[in-house]
């Protein structure tokens, strides 16, 4: 098995260099009034992309691409800043046309 190449980190704005990202300068703010951890890895957004083959039976879980995005605190462009794999447990959605994710079941009294 080859080594995987995750994670990739983008240390750098690609446009102008900056090290630094919005999210993160807000979230040591807020770490130097004792109000989170400073070390935790913090961005903006967060792209989850599963990574299925489509001619195989949906898994219990399967590998998720992970991006990490957030913005430039010196030119304010919105970059990426880690991109990882994951294993993430794969959950059903509402069917096309249904509302919300019920279950299904009628509670007592409601119908």
Known sequence: MAKSRFPIVFEKCPYCGCTETITRIAWDEEAEKGRVNKDTPVSAEHLQIPLLDPKKAIPISCGMLLLHIDWCAKCGRRRLAKAEVITS????????????????IIPKGTG
């Open 89 to 104: 447990p794969v959950g059903m959605g509402p069917a096309p046309g249904q509302m919300g994710g019920t279950t299904g």
